[in-house]
């Protein structure tokens, strides 16, 4: 009997499409749309997300939250917020974006003028299949300090993935080995986590890494 196919993301790009044809669009979907949208200059990708593809998201979420409760830093969640750019014409919608600063009002749209207010400090994407549009051109444009690219296939374990963390400099991405926002963090301790998220459980793993960052302070105390 042949395998079934493994499920994956599905994505649709549609060409020539206008920013007001764009603004129509969020405005027929509303607040509450399950795609994720990204637009540069006339080509509008529409992504909808697998249950595995967000369950990667917020597990790095619990993460970053151990972190800022450790460090005694604020960080606010604004979830898969829309990003824009009217002036510019391009949006991004990234799994997941934080800031370290006071929380920023969104619209009724769930989304995020960056033109009136300043970009996420962070910003993480979970891919299981490649976008079609350059997304780390569009974050460059929109002015995102930092990105976390965790790429990952659907097959036995969906945490078994690749996570590059890029760091915004004279308008490109610099790939980095750590966290530009919290240096002592490289890729690699997140993939750890992750992985021990999925053969110890959530809550041990989650006690597992703070017991990490207490060691690390106390390294460079």
Known sequence: MAKKPAPTEKRIVLPGVSWQQFETLLDELGSHRTARLTYDRGKLEMM????????CSRLIESLLLVIADELDVQ???MGSVLLKRADLECVAQPDASYYLTDKVRLSNRAELDLSQ???PDIAVEVAITKSALNTLGIYATLGLPEIWQYWTTIGDNVLKGNLLI???QNGEYVQRLASPTFP???SKRVLEFLDQSDKIGLAQALAVFRS???EQRSLNT
Do not use: Y
């Not at 997300?49 to 369950?55: C, D, G, K």
């Open 212 to 214: 990490w960052i207490q």
């Open 117 to 119: 207010a300043p970009p």
């Open 166 to 168: 890029h760091q915004l």
């Open 75 to 77: 960080i606010h969640s």
């Open 48 to 55: 909808t997300p697998l249950e595995e593809h967000q369950r």
């Open 184 to 186: 002592f963090l490289p």
